[in-house]
C-alpha cells in the first residue's frame, strides 16, 4: 500500500551540463527503515539527495511525503518536511562553538537575544536519550572528525527531523566510530525514524540496512531486502560485472632502500610537551608496500606531512633515494622521487574551481611538454587530461573542462590518483587513498598499487581500513600515539591482533631483520 512509504520520489530527472545526474530515478522509502543507497562514484546518489533536501529541483518527477505531493525548492522546505540531512562533507562553521553550530538558524530567542540555555537543556536531552556524548561549548575546530559528524546529527535531532539521510557517513571515521555510528541509527531505526543511507561499503548495508536501492550511471537498477542478498550480488548490480574482493599478489621481491626514516620527531602544534611523532624509524624498499596501520589522530597527518615537505621535524632525519630532504622543499622531494595522495583532497590535491585538465597537471604544468617559452601550452594539457581520464575512468559531464568542484568526490580522488601514479615516482606516498570510492573503484585503485610494486616501486601506504591493509601490505607498521609499537606482514597477523595494538593494548612485536 502507498500507506506504506513516508518518502516517495517518483520518476526524478535531473541534469547537468554534459550529463543527465538522475535519469527517471525511482526511490520509496518505508517509515521507521533503515534504506540503503548504494550505487559507483558518479552513479548520482548523492544528486538524488540533494533534490531531497531541497538543494537542487529536478527537472521531471515528483516527491511525496505520506502519499501525498509536496515541493521541497530549499532546505528550509525539506527542514518543515521533517527531512535532515549529514552531508559527505560537514558544514559546519569551524570557529563557532558546538552548541552554536547546532542551533544556526534554529535559535529559541527572546527580545533578540539567544536563550542557549534552553537549547543547551534540550539538546543534553537529546544526547541522554540516544547515548550521545559531546561537550557543546567546544569550538568545532577542536574536535575530532568523528565529534564533527555527532555535531551534524544532533543538528537533525534538534530540528526533530523524522527522516534522516546520511551522504557517506562513514568515509571519514575510524573503525571503532564507524561501528558507534551503526549502533546509533540502529537506535534511531527503533525509535521510529527513518534513515537513508548513503555508502560504498558493502560490509555496512550488510549489518546496519533493511533494504537496498541500487543506482549505475544515473539509473534505477533494483530495490532489494538485505536478508536476500549477499556482497557479491550487491557489487555485481553496482558495478555491473563480478568483482574481485581479494587480489592475488605476487611474492614480494625487495630491491634497494627508497625511503628511509631515522628517530623522527615531530612536535606538536599545540602547547604539549607529547610530540606528535616520536623519534620514529623505518625504511621502505623497492618492491614492497609498507603500511602505517592506526586509529586516526596518532600521528599519520603529521608523519605524512613530514615526509612530505608540508611540515618541518623536530628531531631526525628523512632520506629519499639515499639524498637527505629533512628540510628540502616541495617540488625538490616531488622532482626527485615522490608522488603523494593526499589525505584531504580538497585542501592539498585540488584547486576545486579550477577545470579537471589543470588539475592533471598541477605538479607538471612546467615541464617541457605542458609549455612553449613560459606560456602554457592548452592543447598538450587538455590532451593529456583527456587520456588520463580514460585510462582512470574518471566521470565528468564536460571531461576535461569540468570544474573539479562539481565532480563526485570518488571521482575527484581517481583523478589525483591517476595523475599521481602517472608521474612515475620512485615512492608513492598514498593517505587513504580508496576513502570514499566504490568497490569497483577500489578493486582498480589496489590493482594498480600492486602492479606499481611488481614494477619496483616502493609504496608507503596509510590506511584506516583494515580490510585494505590486510589485503595490500607487504610489511604492517602500527602506529599508536606517535609510535610504531610493532611490525607485521599480513600472514604473521589478524584483524584482532592489529586491533589490540592500535589502541595501545599490546606493543613490542616485531619482525626480525
Do not use: W
Not at 543534553?124 to 577542536?142: A, H, N, P, Q, T
Not at 564533527?148 to 544532533?154: M, N, S
Not at 628540502?328 to 593526499?342: D, F, K, M, T
Not at 606499481?452 to 584506516?464: M, Q, V, Y
Amino acid at each position: 500500500m502507498k500507506d506504506d512509504y513516508i518518502i516517495e520520489m517518483l520518476n526524478i530527472t535531473k541534469e547537468f551540463p554534459g550529463i543527465k545526474a538522475n535519469d527517471n530515478v525511482t526511490l520509496r522509502l518505508k517509515r521507521g527503515e533503515i534504506h540503503a543507497l548504494l550505487g559507483e562514484n558518479g552513479a548520482g546518489k548523492s544528486t538524488l539527495m540533494s533534490v531531497l533536501f531541497g538543494l537542487y529541483e529536478p527537472e521531471k518527477g515528483e516527491i511525496r511525503k505520506n502519499g501525498k505531493r509536496v515541493k521541497i525548492k530549499t532546505p528550509n522546505d525539506a527542514t518543515s518536511l521533517g527531512i535532515g540531512m549529514v552531508h559527505q562533507h560537514f558544514r559546519l562553521v569551524e570557529v563557532f562553538t558546538v552548541l552554536d553550530n547546532i542551533i544556526l538558524g534554529a535559535e529559541t530567542t527572546f527580545f533578540g537575544f539567544i536563550k542557549r540555555k534552553k537549547s543547551k537543556e534540550k539538546l543534553e536531552s537529546i544526547m541522554k536519550k540516544y547515548g550521545i556524548s559531546l561537550d557543546l561549548y567546544k569550538k568545532v575546530e577542536d574536535i575530532t572528525v568523528g565529534m564533527q559528524q555527532k555535531a551534524e546529527i544532533l543538528k537533525m535531532l534538534y530540528r526533530d527531523n523524522e527522516i534522516l539521510i546520511f551522504d557517506e557517513p562513514t568515509a571519514v571515521l575510524t573503525h571503532n566510530e564507524t561501528k558507534e555510528l551503526m549502533k546509533t541509527m540502529k537506535s534511531f531505526r527503533n525509535e521510529g525514524k527513518t534513515i537513508l543511507f548513503i555508502t560504498h561499503k558493502l560490509d555496512e548495508i550488510m549489518e546496519v540496512s533493511d533494504r537496498v536501492t541500487v543506482m549505475r550511471k544515473g539509473q534505477y537498477v533494483g530495490t532489494v531486502e538485505t536478508k536476500d542478498v549477499n556482497k557479491n550480488i550487491l557489487s555485481e548490480m553496482m558495478v555491473g560485472r563480478p568483482v574481485e574482493m581479494t587480489l592475488r599478489k605476487k611474492k614480494v621481491n625487495t630491491g634497494n632502500s627508497v625511503l628511509s626514516v631515522k628517530n623522527l620527531t615531530v612536535a606538536s602544534e599545540k602547547k604539549s610537551n607529547k610530540p606528535k611523532v616520536d623519534n620514529v624509524s623505518f625504511d621502505v624498499k623497492e618492491g614492497e608496500i609498507v603500511c602505517i596501520a592506526g586509529i586516526d589522530g596518532n600521528g599519520q597527518s603529521e608523519l605524512t606531512g613530514a615526509i612530505t615537505g608540508f611540515i618541518k621535524p623536530k628531531e631526525g632525519t628523512i632520506e629519499l633515494l639515499g639524498k637527505d630532504i629533512t628540510d628540502s622543499a616541495i617540488r625538490y622531494r616531488n622532482e626527485l622521487g615522490i608522488s603523494h595522495i593526499p589525505e584531504d583532497r580538497h585542501k592539498h590535491g585540488l584547486v576545486l574551481d579550477f577545470p579537471l585538465q589543470y588539475n592533471c597537471v598541477l605538479l607538471s604544468y612546467f615541464k617541457n611538454e605542458f609549455q612553449h617559452y613560459g606560456f602554457i601550452d592548452k592543447e598538450s594539457i587538455r590532451s593529456y587530461a583527456d587520456d588520463l581520464i580514460e585510462r582512470y575512468d574518471v566521470r565528468s559531464g564536460e571531461g576535461a573542462s569540468t570544474i573539479t568542484r562539481s565532480m563526485s568526490g570518488g571521482n575527484q580522488q581517481k583523478a589525483i590518483i591517476g595523475r599521481e601514479i602517472d608521474r612515475n615516482k620512485a615512492l608513492i606516498v598514498a593517505v587513504q587513498p580508496t576513502r570514499g570510492l566504490d568497490v569497483g573503484a577500489i578493486e582498480g585503485i589496489h590493482r594498480t598499487l600492486i602492479e606499481e610494486r611488481d614494477k619496483g616501486k616502493a609504496i608507503l601506504l596509510f590506511s584506516l581500513e583494515l580490510s585494505e591493509v590486510m589485503n595490500l601490505s607487504d610489511r604492517i607498521l602500527v602506529i599508536h600515539e606517535g609510535k610504531i609499537k610493532g611490525e607485521f606482514t599480513p600472514e604473521s597477523t589478524n584483524v584482532a591482533e592489529l586491533g589490540l595494538y592500535m589502541s595501545g593494548a599490546k606493543e613490542g612485536k616485531f619482525l626480525d631483520k
